[in-house]
């Protein structure tokens, strides 16, 4: 069965650490990976995707994603975290084949909490 | 958030009403969905639609019925739910369906069933 894994519930940093939130997939195919953030009372808000290409993308709020095809991961990151980055992190797999319907697979997602 | 917009953003129900769930996207996108975000559980996909076309019933019981008058609006038609339907109704629209394309949410409407 196709699914997305992140595999802690919460992560705890201090502000200025850097950052690690995991995701694991499991999807017949390449995938398109997502990450999203959602704030208290927010909807989902796009993070950044890997299509194809360069392993390593950049997308807002200076976070980054490695795709690892070996691994079946990619994982969160941010070199220096802060406070305001606490928040509920989704990753997400469009299901291969999904062409007509964009279908998105997520994560139970991971809270982020930075402390000062 | 602007881009996509729900309302109510608080919905308090009875098992026997009747209600109805609005979204608008001012993006124009032509690709619309609806997500429902429960406690401790994964987002759920339940419908899409792509130019008006409903193209994903996500195995939704019949208790949710979708409308797509147009590309810019959705609706949620909501009637006899139950208690575990109470959930966080995210809506969300992308430039089309499918393709890298990512997805613009909604704030979300909170859905409480007594």
Redesign the interface.
Known sequence: AQS?AQPEDQVNVAEGNPLTVKCTYSVSGNP?L?W?VQYP??????LL?Y?TGDNLVKGSYGFEAEFNKSQTSFHLKKPSALVSDSALY?C?V?VPG????????????TTLQVKP | ?TG?T?TPRHLVMGMTNKKSLKCEQHLGHN?M?WYKQSA????E?MF?Y?LEER??N?SVPSRFSPECPNSSHLFLHLHTLQPEDSALY?C?S?P?????????????TRLTVL
């Open positions: 997305v398109y997502f999203y009372n927010r909807g989902l808000q796009f995707k299509i989704f997400a469009r999904s062409s007509n319907t964009g279908k998105l697979i997520f994560g139970q997602g | 958030e996509v729900q690709a969905y401790k559980k994964p987002l996909l899409v792509s193209v994903e996500n995210l969300a992308s089309v369906a499918g393709g890298g394309n990512e997805q613009f949410f909604g704030p979300g």
